[in-house]
């Protein structure tokens, strides 16, 4: 059955070429799906190690602490993907640690065997408490004005950029639930910056789908997600769509509001990521 499922997903984005799939997923996968992410978080700490510790801190004394991975056999005369990736609000925190924990995404992607084949810089910045990454409103000003969250994690982008070698053509943005809604976020600020994103679970604003119409997207959703709404997600792919847009979307049926475990286990994901390149669409 799992065989089947993921045969079908597979074709559907590469044959088919169809926009949205429903994943004929069950309780069975809603309840292994938390299982999984909740003995991840034992190993965070080994985990947490791979990457280097780092502090930026601006010139009005602002602070963001982050993770960041670099590639394997990192030669500097390669360019690498850089891709940033985005916590749920259980990565909130001070410690420099949590952020791995709340970030699904930084946990597959580092993996050795996933190294090997996609090698790319990750970029894992943790959200102080009580703050966010950012809320798009139809004026793009936050909810929380005060904010300087979305800033840092930019300069922090562009000192990576100017550090390492990094190919500003393949900038990549994930992120679960607040880190979804960070993810939609930031594509709407930066648009022409990003060569694609995978929001799960997140929220946009569809008033402002027309700055990203052009975006390489893989949207993914619980169908019973009762922390943050299905609809959230739907509303955003079909502003696009109408636009003429093609984002990629996947809803799992009977899946509740921990849906990445099963997003970053869609078959072809990673392939279909690290191939997108902001120079196709100049």
Excluded at 21 to 40: F, G, P, S, V, W
Excluded at 43 to 62: G, P, S, W
Aim: charged share 20%; aromatic share 10%.
């Amino acid at each position: 059955m799992k065989t089947f499922k993921n045969l079908f997903l597979l074709i559907a984005v590469f044959v088919l070429g169809i926009i949205s799939t429903h994943a004929q997923t069950t309780e069975e996968d809603n309840l292994l799906a938390i299982k999984r992410h909740r003995q991840a978080a034992k190993n965070i700490l080994e985990i947490a190690k791979e990457f280097e510790a780092k502090t930026y801190i601006n010139n009005k004394k602002e602070t963001l602490v982050y993770r960041l991975l670099k590639p394997l056999n990192y030669d500097s005369n390669k360019k690498y993907p850089l891709v940033v990736c985005l916590s749920g609000s259980g990565g909130r925190g001070t410690d420099n640690i949590k952020q791995i924990s709340g970030c699904w995404p930084s946990q597959i992607l580092s993996k050795p065997e996933n190294r090997e084949n996609y090698p790319c810089f990750l970029f894992v910045p943790q959200c102080p408490p009580n703050l966010n990454w950012g809320i798009s409103s139809p004026n793009m000003n936050q909810i929380n004005v005060s904010n300087p969250i979305e800033s840092l994690v930019f300069d922090v982008i562009k000192n990576i950029e100017d550090e390492y070698s990094v190919d500003v053509d393949r900038l990549y943005i994930t992120g679960q639930s607040m880190g979804g809604f960070g993810t939609w976020h930031y594509i709407l600020t930066h648009p022409k910056m990003f060569a694609a994103a995978i929001p799960i679970c997140g929220k946009g604003n569809p008033e402002l789908a027309h700055k990203i119409v052009d975006v390489p997207i893989w949207a993914f959703h619980g169908a019973e997600d009762s922390a943050v709404s299905v609809d959230y997600s739907r509303r955003m792919i079909k502003s696009i769509q109408k636009l003429g847009g093609k984002p990629l979307y996947t809803e799992f049926e009977n899946v509740g509001h921990i849906s990445w475990p099963l997003a970053y286990d869609t078959p072809g994901l990673l392939e279909w990521l690290f191939k997108q390149k902001l120079d196709r669409r100049k």
